[in-house]
């Protein structure tokens, strides 16, 4: 079970762009598919923000945006918002129902 | 609606054993991918264990042979038995529901519950 790659840490100001990578994504199988991202605040459960690579559930703002090139799956927040200062993870399938979590980012809105 | 609540944490020596249950309201347990995933303190996330709705285990390398899910069907619970445990396994657990629909996706968590390996 390899890791998932991401950088340690991702600043903006508010109302711009930022973009937090994940590397390490499966080039086949179910994990090439199955990528999810989770937002996580301190003292808090983590909640997820994106699933099936770019698919948003119910009530999260279209301010979030994933896509995947290759083995690398990436979570776009634009318009950043005070209240986006938080940690990001992603996590893929790892096969079967196995799964594999990123080291995590930590978003600073500036 | 869904709710989780986990219950069991503490402070616990090395080499000791630990249950940690995971109570659900709102849906029914058995008919769902359960998991748990924890969390060292400063630490990011790390999937530790999950259960299909059929009663398949799935186990991280790194609790493979002392952890083990389970869930009682009754009482609409998940546990997570945890032996010979080392401070490695410091952290707060976390039991999390896939989405009932099917896609893979974690869609409903409980708060915690923090465990200490600790002499």
């Known amino acids: 079970q390899s890791a998932l790659t991401q950088p340690r840490s991702v600043s903006g100001s508010p109302g711009q762009s930022v973009t937090i990578s994940c590397t390490g994504i499966?080039?086949?199988?179910?994990?090439?598919?199955?990528v999810s991202w989770y937002q996580e605040h301190p003292g808090k459960a983590p909640k997820v923000m994106i699933y099936?690579?770019?698919k948003r559930p119910s009530g999260v703002p279209d301010r979030f945006s994933g896509s995947k090139s290759g083995n690398t799956a990436s979570l776009t927040i634009s318009g950043l918002q005070a209240e986006d200062e938080a940690d990001y993870y992603c996590?893929?399938?790892?096969?079967?129902?196995?799964?594999?979590f990123g080291g995590g980012t930590k978003l600073t809105v500036l | 609606e869904v709710q989780l609540v986990e219950t069991g944490g503490g402070l616990i020596q090395p080499g000791g054993s630990l249950r940690l249950s995971c109570a659900a309201s709102?849906?029914?347990?058995?008919?769902?991918?359960m998991t748990w995933v924890r969390q060292a303190p400063g630490k990011g996330l790390e999937w530790v264990s999950g259960?299909?709705?059929?009663?398949?285990?799935y186990y991280a390398d790194s609790v493979k042979g002392r952890f083990t899910v389970s869930r009682d069907n009754s009482k609409n619970t998940l546990f997570l038995q945890m032996n010979s445990l080392t401070a490695e396994d410091t952290a707060v657990y976390y039991c999390?529901?896939?989405?009932?629909?099917?896609?893979?996706?974690?869609?409903?968590w409980g708060q915690g519950t923090l465990v200490t390996v600790s002499s």
């Open positions: 999390a529901r896939l989405d009932s629909s099917g896609y893979y996706y974690f869609d409903y």
């Open positions: 709102g849906f029914t347990v058995s008919s769902d991918y």
């Open positions: 259960i299909y709705r059929g009663g398949s285990t």
């Open positions: 499966s080039s086949d199988g179910s994990g090439y598919k199955y």
């Open positions: 099936d690579v770019s």
């Open positions: 996590c893929s399938n790892a096969g079967s129902y196995t799964f594999l």
